[in-house]
Each structure stands twice: as C-alpha cells, then as structure tokens.
C-alpha cells in the first residue's frame, strides 16, 4: 500500500540553524501539506501546496518558512533559522483527487529538536 | 469560526470495556467532511474514518463506530472491547469543502488508556 514517507525521522539542530525537513508524498496525489504538533499538543496547519504553489498558509508560516517541491517526488519544508519554539514532531501529508480525495495521509512525522 | 472540541483530555479504561471518544464541531459551511484519527505511542498519524456532512449513516467497523449527528454537531467514536493495542491519543479533525484547499483542524486529542 502506498504511503508518505519523511525523512530524517529525527533531527536536532542549534538555535539559528536552518533545517530541510524531506517528505515523499504518495505517488498520484497532488496536493501536499505541512502540520507540526508541539509536544503533547494538537496538530496544526501550517501550509498547502497544489500545483506548485502554497494555497493556504496558517499565522504559525511566517517569513522562517518555506516549502519546495524541487523535482517530481520530494516535497520539502524549510526553517531559516530555527528557534527553540519550532522544537515539534512536523509531519507532512498528501491527498489525492481521485476516489477518497478528501482524505489527507500522513508520514510518520519528524521530530525536531531545537537547543 | 471553525473549531473541533474534545472536552475529554485522558480516559482510562479496564480491557474488554466500551469507551466513548466525544467530538463536537464548529463550522458555518454546510459542506464539509469529519475524519478520526489515531495516533499511537509511535507518534504517527492513523487515518480511521471519513464522513461528509450530507451522510449521517452511523458506520461499524469491526470493534470501532461512529456516531454522527448533524442536528447536536458531534462526531462521537465508539471503541467495542477494547484492547490494550488501541491505547493511543485518538484525534478528530474538520475539513472544510471548498474555497480552502483542505486543511484539516484538529482537536486537542483524547488519550486512551486500555489497562490489561
């Protein structure tokens, strides 16, 4: 069964050091989000991607935020310079147009440590 | 607004007992979808179920049901004897249809605790 997948699963940066967190959406879907989920909390929105550009954005994506879909398979999120806050499991997810399109699957997460 | 509430933060229940997961709602648009997921110890995300406003059919599946109800705008997820394996963080989330490209807004999470 296809499946996102992310890597790395875990990472831990310095305070100010950019990240790139990677995410392999499954195969035929088009549209691609970021969430993160702050220790024992719940899961937020951060952004939307179809057709090679963000659709929807949340006030937590701000200007230390960006995604790229460099080639026909990755899908990244990249933090410019980290802060001790953007310490979360950040998980990306994919949705299809076709047959259950409104179902988004996610990646098993990557859990970032910011110090 | 669009808001999911689970008023329940943590349940601890015995192995083979019944246990109702609440899920209530907020939103203006008349279409739009609910989704459950799990989320176990691991820490990824399980999708479980998916209902669009315009299908108030309960659902069963195996151990797990749903009860929707448009008129009260709850979701409720009901686990059958349950299991040690279904201790997890269980998460409703909205999506609305439309205009939006599909976000979901998830609720705080309901952690279950199945004690053998």
């Known amino acids: 069964e296809p499946e996102v997948t992310q890597t790395p699963s875990h990472q831990v940066t310095q305070m100010g050091q950019e990240v790139i967190l990677r995410c392999v959406p499954i195969?035929?879907?088009?549209?691609f989000y970021w969430y993160r989920q702050i220790l024992g909390q719940k899961v937020e929105f951060l952004v939307s991607?179809?057709?090679?550009?963000?659709?929807?954005k949340s006030e937590i994506f701000d200007d230390q935020f960006s995604v790229e879909r460099p080639d026909g398979s990755n899908f990244t999120l990249k933090i410019r310079s980290t802060k001790l806050e953007d310490s979360a499991m950040y998980f990306c997810?994919?949705?299809?147009?076709?047959?259950?399109?409104?179902?988004?699957?996610f990646g098993p997460g990557t859990r970032l440590l910011v110090l | 607004a669009q808001k999911v509430t689970q008023a329940q933060t943590e349940i601890s229940v015995v192995e083979k007992e019944d246990v109702t997961l609440d899920c209530v709602y907020e939103?203006?648009?008349?279409?739009?979808?609910l989704f459950w997921y799990k989320q176990p110890p691991s820490g990824e995300l399980v999708f479980l179920i998916r209902?669009?406003?315009?299908?108030?059919q309960n659902e069963i599946s195996g151990r797990y049901s749903w009860n929707f109800q448009k008129s009260t705008s709850s979701f409720n997820f009901t686990i059958t004897a349950s299991q040690v394996v279904d201790s997890a963080v269980y998460f409703c989330?909205?999506?609305?249809?439309?205009?939006?490209?599909?976000?979901?807004?998830f609720g705080k999470g309901t952690k279950l605790s199945v004690k053998p």
């Open positions: 997810a994919s949705r299809s147009l076709q047959g259950s399109q409104e179902t988004q699957y």
């Open positions: 195969s035929n879907h088009l549209y």
């Open positions: 991607f179809y057709n090679n550009e963000i659709s929807e």
């Open positions: 939103t203006r648009d008349t279409t739009y979808y």
């Open positions: 209902r669009n406003s315009f299908d108030e």
């Open positions: 989330a909205l999506m609305n249809y439309g205009g939006s490209q599909g976000n979901l807004i």
